[in-house]
């Protein structure tokens, strides 16, 4: 059994394989360009309601069209797999001659497979997003109204809305047009109540949720005779903190590089 594992970690950790993956990756997405082109609203429903339910509804309804779609995930998941078992052999290495070497030298040289790692965590953030991320859509608010969030104790209270217009003279076109939707929002949970405003550009987070302007109305003071109201469309992402995390250690991994290269063009300038 043993012997078995370890045969697979090394058939894994091919090069080869990455290869082969890199190129299948490339068909496979010249394959997608052709399905994708006139027929993107078929893919559109899966950021609202999640990959296994549009898997199991468009994508197993349209499969001549959505079959590269899965055939995609698989060889992500075969590179991400290749990726770590690689970039984990490598490490092990470095590792085991870091005893000899600096911690400085040492951590230059991990650099690169920091990034490696770092990138596997965004995957796996963007996975772990459309398979258990939970979406709101169609929710509207007018003034004085109210929501529950859903597994929350909260509930958001549109309050008041106070947009901004566009008060320049070049652009008569904008005149009495709203630039910035500002929609004053009650956040109450059963510890606290807090305020917040909500605009089209800058998302509201609470009880783990966000809360995006899709839409408004009026758009201008034209239409002030219209009823005000705001949609929104909410959403509890878990990927949230792997996509942070991620992004932390590329960055981490970035700077040591960077320091590393600019030390060897110190070094190189000194030498000549």
Known sequence: MKTLIIHCWHAMASIR??????????????????CLHGNASLYMPMNDMGLIPWAKTYGRSSLLLTAWFFLLLFLLALLVCNTFTCTTDRVYRL???GKTTSPMCLAFKLAPH???????????????????????TGQTLVPGTHL???????????????????QG?????????????????LLSSENSTREAILTATRPVRFQGYTLHMIDFAPKSLGGMNMPTRIDL????????????????????GLLFYVCEWILLKEVNKQSV
């Open 17 to 34: 394989l990455t290869i082969i993956l890199c190129i299948l990756l490339t068909l496979n997405a010249a394959w997608g360009y052709f």
């Open 95 to 97: 590792l085991r001659a």
């Open 114 to 136: 920091l990034m490696h790692y770092a990138l596997i965590i965004i995957l796996a953030g963007y996975l772990c997003s459309y398979l258990f991320s939970q979406v709101l």
């Open 148 to 166: 529950s969030l859903p597994g929350a104790k909260g509930q958001v209270t549109f309050t008041s809305f106070a947009p901004e217009y566009y």
């Open 169 to 185: 003279q070049r652009l008569d076109f904008f005149t009495d047009h709203i630039l910035t939707p500002r929609a004053h929002l």
């Open 233 to 252: 469309h909410i959403r509890k992402d878990p990927g949230v903190f792997l996509y942070l995390s991620g992004m932390a250690l590329f960055s981490i």
